[in-house]
Structure formats: structure tokens, C-alpha cells
């Protein structure tokens, strides 16, 4: 199992961006299969995007074409870029290692508003 630090949540205006980080400590990053989920007030946390330990990609139909998530085993990282960001984007940021065990980073907030 690995330990997940998320960080560069903050707030941005419509159609800014923002680059999410991941650090992950312990064994296995690199063999993991990983993903980025968010969680807005009041509803269910949700997948954003997730990546295998091959780098095959998926994208939440509500993101795709803007946000991109990518990986660096060399220094354990995972990130989340978030391009032309909506209103909608605004949420609870959350970093999971999905395989071969599960475990949650603390989150990191994200607020898009003018």
C-alpha cells in the first residue's frame, strides 16, 4: 500500500487551469494502477480519471478533452492537468491508488469561480 500527499488545488477563475500533484510514499507505485476522483458539496465522490500501470488512460465523459492525468515513476508522482476550467469543476480533489490495494490521499480543494 502506498501513502498518497495531494497538492496545487487553490482557486481559479473560468477557463484558467491548474495542475494537480500526487506524491506517493512507500512500495509499489510504479506497478499501481491509479486514479483521480472529486467530490462536490453534496454529492457522491466520482471518478475523473484514472491511469494503469501501463499508462492506458480513461476520462470522465465531463472532462474529457480538458483534463489529462499522467504519471512519473521515477519520482512517484501522479498528476491531474485541469485546462478551461468550469464552475462545475469546483470540488474536493482526491488522488486512490486503485491496485493492487486501495488507499485515499486527504484531498485537495479546487474552486473555480470569478
Known amino acids: 500500500q502506498v501513502q498518497l500527499v495531494e497538492s496545487g488545488g487553490g482557486l481559479v477563475q473560468p477557463g484558467g487551469s491548474l495542475r494537480l500533484s500526487c506524491a506517493a510514499s512507500?512500495?509499489?507505485?510504479?506497478?499501481?494502477?491509479m486514479g483521480w476522483y472529486r467530490q462536490a458539496p453534496g454529492k457522491q465522490r466520482a471518478l475523473v480519471a484514472r491511469i494503469s500501470n501501463t499508462r492506458d488512460t480513461t476520462t470522465a465523459d465531463s472532462v474529457k478533452g480538458r483534463f489529462t492525468v499522467s504519471r512519473d515513476n521515477a519520482k512517484n508522482m501522479l498528476y491531474l492537468q485541469m485546462n478551461d476550467l468550469k464552475p462545475e469543476d469546483t470540488a474536493v480533489y482526491y488522488c486512490?491508488?486503485?491496485?493492487?490495494?486501495?488507499?485515499w490521499g486527504q484531498g485537495t480543494q479546487v474552486t473555480v469561480s470569478s
Open positions: 512507500g512500495s509499489g507505485f510504479s506497478i499501481s494502477h
Open positions: 486512490k491508488q486503485e491496485w493492487p490495494t486501495s488507499s
